[in-house]
């Protein structure tokens, strides 16, 4: 058939961003005291502009995961954002990680975040990532919650290990989870599989420290060989090697510092290799499988 012989369309993978301040990272936690952070330079508004720019160049649209707190002090740029045809999505408001929370108060966080964004943007928020991918083997209950507070799909859960994060026995690809309280799209941070182990290719440090190579070479085998989107990530702090410098640990330092220099070239090299849209458009034209009754797909553990 004259379709059987056509070669498959590119791929469009999902850009996301994740819209925070420098400090606000976690790995921050404890060096910069909550209570000093509006004491501190904001440059989200800027960092996010110079992004929204670069996106414009490569006519595409991406996934803006907002921080609630940016959200309320920033409404004009969750508007801006969304006046431009990106997705917007929640972050959190606070961005504690999920384990340190109890279910009470993290439902609290993302109801609120869920409240600020939406009346910021004009458009029901649909997605959410937790920050520092904080969904792991002792916070799942936390994907019940996202169900019950509206949520549709979830981009929590890095199926690798990590001192931080991830949940290595999870599947690579998107798929639905069922619950009580009704049905989740969990779309899983980016790896390929290389043996018995994922190894990281959608962005963030992992961007900035390996070499471009890497990534690309991550994102054309999962496209290529699998035949399924990656999910990219960055930050707005990321394309700013001019940000203030903290005395945090030596690992938290090379991660949060490394390369930030070569961000905004590598970024226009991967837009230009690559095809990409937001997450909700990804996610409505890949194969996502359901888990129920799929045991290769269900997260092996008890909620």
């Avoid at 997705?87 to 439902?107: K, N, W």
């Avoid at 970024?267 to 888990?291: I, W, Y």
């Amino acid at each position: 058939m004259a379709a059987e012989s056509c070669a498959r369309a590119p791929i469009v993978n999902a850009m996301t961003v994740d819209v925070e301040e420098h400090f606000q990272v976690s790995a921050f936690e404890g060096v910069i005291p909550r209570n000093q952070w509006k004491t501190l330079d904001s440059r989200v508004c800027a960092n996010t502009e110079r992004l929204l720019r670069i996106f414009g160049d490569y006519e595409i649209s991406a996934t803006f995961f907002v921080l609630g707190c940016v959200a309320e002090r920033l409404p004009q740029l969750v508007r801006r954002i969304a006046s431009l045809g990106h997705e917007v999505a929640s972050h959190g408001y606070g961005h504690r990680l999920i384990y340190d929370q109890t279910p009470r108060t993290f439902r609290d966080d993302i109801r609120r975040a869920k409240a600020v964004i939406e009346s910021a943007s004009g458009a029901p928020v649909l997605g959410y990532r937790a920050p520092s991918y904080s969904i792991t083997p002792r916070s799942l209950w936390a994907l019940d919650i996202l169900i019950e507070e509206g949520y549709q799909y979830d981009t929590s859960i890095f199926p690798i290990h990590h001192d931080r994060y991830g949940i290595p026995v999870s599947p690579r690809h998107a798929y639905v989870i069922h619950r009580p309280a009704g049905v989740l799209v969990e779309a899983p941070a980016s790896t390929t599989a290389v043996g018995p182990l994922n190894l990281p290719i959608g962005g963030g440090g992992y961007f900035r420290i390996l070499p471009y190579s890497w990534t690309r070479w991550g994102i054309g085998r999962v496209n290529r060989l699998e035949h399924r989107p990656a999910i990219f990530y960055l930050h707005p702090w990321e394309i700013d090697p001019d940000q203030p410098r903290f005395q945090a640990g030596f690992l938290s330092r090379f991660r949060h510092y490394r390369n930030l220099h070569r961000t905004e070239a590598r970024l226009r090299r991967l837009l230009a290799d690559f095809r990409f849209g937001p997450m909700k458009s990804v996610l409505s034209t890949a194969p996502v499988p359901e888990a129920t009754g799929q045991p290769a797909l269900a997260l092996p553990y008890q909620w």
